[in-house]
């Protein structure tokens, strides 16, 4: 069965009575293929039913994207930062308009209930919105301290490094293909990306948004097909890579690079950990988890996956999170009705059931959930609550990457921070207290990229202006903030020296020694020279 496309100049409010919708048409001419790839399907996961087809490019269409790319890069490059940020400016709001058919798009390929498709545009137009306003600052020259004061000048400039290549994962794929593409451009680059095979439409439409936008054709380019056959000949084509997926591929990409000497940046997996103290607001606690452990059905990467909660509150606790939890009821609806959506494949589904099932075979309790929803969906799983977990448990140590969490008792906060460290991971951590002084002391002192006090993954993810990214086994690089804009540039000095500062001296040289050695000395000790 195939979805039938509709006009992808039409634009409908948002107020559909939940529906089921359609592809947009011509989607894929804006693809970058060869003509002779095989085919391959691409389902919805509501219905299991297949809705499409994309090409299985090869190297021959990922090298006719780069060429192509590095030519049309060139002359965006070219144009002044002001011109390109008029470009996302105007993405930012063709988004905003056009948000209803994104959300159709997002849940026909993934699944994923309209609330949480929403998520994606509204953090999309976030990060287009941060960069269009500072790119034009975060590239000009930066005047920095010479070798010799007053003798030697030094400006340092940030260019484009050509062509980025994107490895984007399903979860969040409109979103994490715009946003990671925005600053890139911003800087000059042109950019090629391989998107998720299971959601290439939605990286596509975001595509066709920015050409509508102004974005020259060619300088963005999306190439579908399988990841070991795109992935290798993307990495050795271009001048920086992003992925964004699990820890086992990431490390391929990062090798792959490394032999190339091609920059990456790397977001991986997570098993996030969540505190509790005993004087949190147990309420408020129940509801930040709920929606940082099953938004998205937990396939989010910073989704939360083990809670630790001070014993004195432990029971209180583990009763209303359980009652919130199951009152999330799975649902297959292109509304806003659904709080809970489907899992993506088949895949997915059987990583969660032998999570839980091993779980619940070496003695775990179920407290609520653990149990698929075939009368839903092929691959809906009920959202899961666990308790008498032990820590050498899959579910304990291994990404689950779904609607599954664990709860543990801790005696006290030192308990609390050596479980929430006691993991390769280090992506993301959650803090909940009264004490928000309290909160902050102790989220310094658990290793992850961000910690959020009082908030699940959210505060984080929504503060643009600061990086994000992970430590240990969950990646490398950041995205956001600054860092995610200069990770796509290579500085370069330009130094101009104004006297023979650096000539042989025409005084003996132990005398220059003697004299220099002074001078040193005085920098250090007057405050402007330092």
Sequence with gaps: MTVSETSGTERRPDTRAGERPSLPAGLLDLATATGEEESIAVEEPATGAEIASIPACGEAAVHRAVEGAREAGA????????????????????????????????????????RHAYQEVIAAAGTARHYAVRAERYLEPERRKGAFPGLTRADVFHEPKGVVGLIAPWNYPFELVVSDSIPALLAGNAVVCKPAEQTTHTALYGLRLLREAGLPEDVFQIVPGRGPDVGPALIEGVDHVGFTGSTAVGRTVAAQAGEHLTSCSLELGGKNPAIVRADADVRKAVDGLVRGCFDNAGQTCIAIERVYV??????????????????????????WSSRFGSLLSADQLERVESHVEDARADGATVRCGGRARPDVGPYFYEPT????????????????????????????DEEAVERANDSEYGLNASVWTAD?????????????????VNEAYAAAYGSVDAPMGGMKDSGIGRRHGEEGFYKYTESKTVATQRVDAFAEPAIPFGVYTRIMSGVMKLWRRVPGLR
């Excluded at 008029?86 to 993934?110: G, K, N, P, S």
């Excluded at 001070?310 to 009821?329: G, Q």
């Excluded at 820590?391 to 006290?412: I, L």
């Design 75 to 114: 002359d965006w490059a070219e144009r002044p930062a002001s011109e390109r940020a008029e470009v996302i400016e105007r993405f930012h709001d063709l988004l905003l308009d056009r948000q209803a058919e994104v959300l159709d798009v997002l849940q026909l390929e993934t699944g994923k209930a309209r």
């Design 310 to 335: 001070h014993e004195s509150i432990y029971d209180e606790f583990v009763d209303r999170f359980a009652d919130a939890t199951d009152a999330l009821e799975p649902a297959a609806t292109y509304d």
């Design 436 to 452: 928000e002084e309290r909160g902050r002391e102790l989220a310094g002192r658990i290793e992850a990229g961000t910690v959020n």
């Design 385 to 412: 609550v666990l308790t008498d977990v032990e820590e050498d448990m899959a579910v304990c140590c291994e990404e689950t990457f779904g609607p599954v969490v664990s709860v543990h008792p801790v005696g006290d």
